[in-house]
């Protein structure tokens, strides 16, 4: 590489987030309310129990995990996995036993002890055996601990993960923000309403539809953090009154990942001093197929809908031109797992020749009986923010192409995801967020048999044992080269077309300080506890 292009891939790496800001020593100020800008009313404050941002977010800063991913480093992985309510971890000789010493000295918000016990409580819950008998009224991440055997809590301050088989990416499970440890002396139906965690903020209250309100634990166990004395989540579902209290100053923070490109250029034309990135998000926008439904629960007609995909026009329409075409795993640079494009290319449905592609897709649909005199006529559902109707109407668009004549339905937040696990759409379309970057999860908790969060009931046994494969190998580029092979089956098979990886912006006004937006999920980077108020 020459010294010229090194300066321009250094400065690539700097423009998307890749290179972390240097930690600039400063004074860094308590006290103060970060007012939020959020976009959306979650159902419940439960993270175990939420697959949306809408719920995880306000409420990381309220749990502590046994790790997590270093919030100053903006490419979360296995190399940056920090301690949190675990201060040390090792695996046994043959890879099965993960075993954590615990912190000691943790309290939990109402004054109860921290002890192992309440890690072992947290992962029967995620395992669906429950505490006391009371279980997670929905689990949409249980798959992700199917290799789980057991959690043994050797003593209060130790406590052992034991594995049916070896599994070097577990860890990065347990790192994740959809990872926090739930007290075992708390039913899960009031951690719905009430959560009580270990924390750096304390939950106040959640008025639905209206704000979400923490404050500043005065006992956490790092005991010059947090800076803020809380944080409101003030809910406003309208993108662009959003951005206009953004830029009238009345909120400190937009909504986290959430401003699409051209409101992040309005406000950067509105409001020249406020600091606003464009990210990788590790959000995905897809179509979910019924393969349940008639017609659609024909193969052919599902590659027919894959065929008529023009993903260029979707990313040229809502991002001016800065998605990335990809398949299940985020692409690269942010990405760490995803397929370059030249290798993209190359997957079924994925030709960039639109015309060639809709002109077999036409074929199918007059096998089955369907063209300009017999328009197949259905329902696309979506949930009612802006970010997913938005390709929504795209791709009731594009599938006019192939003769299909669809009406948008949207449905509210609290209705969508049931909804959807019920399989009670024929198509949809859908933006899936990956809890962190890594196969495993992606894999399981997307697209394997009986998960609450295959949203279209693909179920393939071969695929899962090379899902099985893959997780199990320790060789990294070996292990990328399987997960290659099953993106192509994946894209062979129809398993949620992925349209594009979308790239989404946060403001923030220039004396919020600390705050790193993370590149490759949106979902490790909001606990807030690193960010103060210089006002």
């Known amino acids: 590489m020459t010294r010229r292009h090194a300066v321009l891939l250094a400065g690539a790496l700097v423009l998307l987030g890749l290179v972390a800001t240097p930690r600039v020593a400063a004074a860094q100020k308590p006290g103060g309310v970060m007012k939020v800008y959020f ?35 903006p490419q979360s992985g296995l190399a940056s996995i920090v301690p949190d309510l675990a201060t040390t971890w090792s695996w046994d000789e043959p890879r099965t036993a993960l075993s954590f010493k615990l912190r000691a000295g943790v309290r939990w918000h109402d004054g109860k ?3 192992a016990r309440d890690v072992k409580c947290t992962f029967d819950l995620l395992q669906g055996t429950g505490i006391n008998g009371e279980t997670l009224r929905v689990n949409p991440r249980k798959t992700w601990y199917g290799n789980l055997a057991e959690v043994t809590a050797k003593a209060d301050d130790e406590v052992v993960f034991r594995l049916k088989r070896p599994q070097p990416a577990f860890i990065a499970l347990i790192a994740s923000g959809f990872t926090p440890i739930y007290p075992c002396h708390v039913t899960p139906a009031e951690m ?54 953004f830029i009238a100053g009345t909120v400190d923070m937009s909504s986290p990942y959430f401003f699409q490109v051209p409101v992040l250029n309005d406000i950067r034309a509105q409001a020249p001093k406020a600091v606003c ?11 979910l197929i019924n393969r349940e439904a008639l017609p659609f629960n024909r193969p052919e007609l599902r590659r027919a809908v894959a065929l008529t995909i023009d993903r260029k026009a979707f990313i040229d329409t809502l991002t001016q031109g800065v998605g990335t075409i990809g398949g299940a795993l985020l692409a690269p640079p942010e990405g ?40 197949l006529k259905l329902k ?80 393939n046994p071969e695929i899962e044992k090379a899902i099985d494969a893959q997780s199990m190998e320790a060789d990294q580029e070996k292990r990328k080269r399987m997960v290659w092979d099953i993106e192509r089956r994946l894209a062979e098979d129809v398993a949620r077309p992925v349209l594009y990886h979308n790239r989404s912006g946060t403001c923030w006004q220039p004396y919020v300080k600390g705050y790193t937006p993370m590149i490759n999920s949106i979902y490790n980077g909001m606990r807030m506890e690193e960010v103060w108020l210089d006002r």
Not at 280 to 287: E, L, P
């Open 39 to 73: 976009f959306d009313s979650p159902a419940t404050m439960s993270i175990h129990e939420e697959s949306t941002i809408a719920g995880q977010g306000p409420m990381m800063g309220v749990f502590n995990n046994l790790v997590m991913y270093d919030p100053h480093v």
């Open 113 to 115: 002890p921290f002890t």
């Open 192 to 245: 719905r309403r009430r959560p009580i965690g270990t924390g750096p903020f304390r939950f106040v209250e959640f008025k639905p539809n209206e704000i979400i309100r923490v404050a500043r634990n005065k006992d956490y166990w790092k005991k010059d953090r947090p800076y803020l004395d809380g944080i409101e989540w003030k809910i406003m579902k309208n993108s662009s009154t959003g951005m206009l209290s």
């Open 277 to 287: 990135k464009l990210m990788a998000s590790n959000v995905q926008r897809n179509v």
């Open 336 to 375: 760490v797992w995803g397929m370059p494009p030249e290798v993209v290319e190359r997957l079924p449905g994925y030709d960039p020749d639109v015309a060639k592609n809709r002109t077999e897709a036409k074929k199918i649909m007059a096998a089955a009986g369907y063209g300009p005199d017999n328009r």
């Open 380 to 459: 696309v559902t979506t949930r009612n923010l802006s970010v997913y109707r938005d390709p929504a109407v795209i791709l009731i668009d594009q599938l006019k192409q192939i003769h299909i004549d669809a009406e948008l339905e949207p449905v509210d937040t609290t209705q969508w995801f049931p909804k959807v696990r019920r399989h009670d759409y024929t198509l949809g379309a859908n933006l899936t967020g990956n809890g962190i970057d890594d196969p495993d999860q992606s894999f399981y908790e997307g697209y394997t048999c009986g998960s609450e969060n295959n949203y279209d009931g693909y179920c």
